[in-house]
């Protein structure tokens, strides 16, 4: 194939009907799913951990896929399938689960343990190990990323942590963490046009911290949560938000 044929196919692939690309963040039992699927043009929801079962209320439109027990390989044959099919939002639920199935991926078939690192023995050195998940993870954003330049909206779930962090010259902090290998949560943060990071509201009365049920969604990162914004949504939070109103925002903001 020559330059000139090439460039001119990847002219032809180019749209600005791109969908949105978001990385929801938060503890559990926070609403995460819950936002996703609520105003989602026919969404399709890839439920790793298999816990998605009744959210058929929030959105008629809503069909779920069990994926609780796939192997690494399925699920990336998964987002392949979904590529051509007629659903306009894909959910996967969650990023931590996909990050499991990985490293058992890379247990049985290469028989590479992250957690021992065990190519050290073999004279690679240490850290090859995340080297290699890190190549596979990259695999499935590049799916995700032609999910969304095919037009369709991709909202890939996961959970946060709660880590204290102490740095010099300043006072202890409470960060939360994305729940992922050091050595892949940055493909998926760099993946994502947007990342919101999910909360209930709390406020002080001097003596406790109470929640209510309102949820907040940080767009604009801080010390305490990763956020990412590129849509230049003019809220750094939103309340109360379902995933079809911040599209909605997004079309706004972004003629």
Not at 27 to 32: D, F, I, Q, R, T
Not at 33 to 51: M, N
Not at 165 to 173: D, G, H, S
């Amino acid at each position: 194939m020559g330059k000139e044929t090439l460039i001119a196919e990847l002219y032809a692939q180019e749209t600005d009907e791109n969908g949105v690309s978001m990385l929801l963040l938060g503890a559990p039992g926070l609403g995460k799913t819950t936002f996703s699927i609520s105003g989602a043009p026919t969404p399709v929801i890839i439920d790793l951990e298999g816990g998605a079962k009744r959210y058929k209320r929030l959105n008629p439109q809503l069909k779920r896929i069990d994926a609780s027990a796939l192997k690494w390989t399925q699920f990336l044959a998964l987002l392949d399938v979904a590529l051509t099919s007629d659903h306009e939002t894909i959910i996967v639920d969650t990023a931590d689960a996909a990050a499991e199935l990985l490293r058992q991926h890379l247990v049985e078939v290469f028989s590479l343990n992250i957690e021992k690192d065990s190519l050290v023995n073999a004279g690679r050195g240490y850290g090859h190990a995340y080297d290699v998940m890190a190549s596979h993870w990259r695999i499935m954003t590049q799916k995700l990323s032609q999910l969304t330049a095919r037009g369709k909206h991709v909202v890939v779930i996961c959970h946060v942590d709660a880590k204290e962090v102490t740095k010099p010259n300043q006072r202890p902090y409470t960060a939360q963490v994305i729940r992922l290998p050091k050595k892949i949560a940055p493909l998926l943060s760099e993946w994502a046009e947007i990342i919101g990071h999910l909360e209930l509201e709390s406020s002080d009365n001097g003596e406790s911290v109470e929640s209510s049920k309102s949820r907040l969604l940080h767009i604009s990162p801080d010390i305490h949560v990763l956020a990412k914004n590129r849509f230049n949504l003019p809220e750094p939070t939103l309340v109360n938000s379902t995933f079809g109103n911040l599209l909605q925002l997004i079309e706004e903001y972004n003629p």
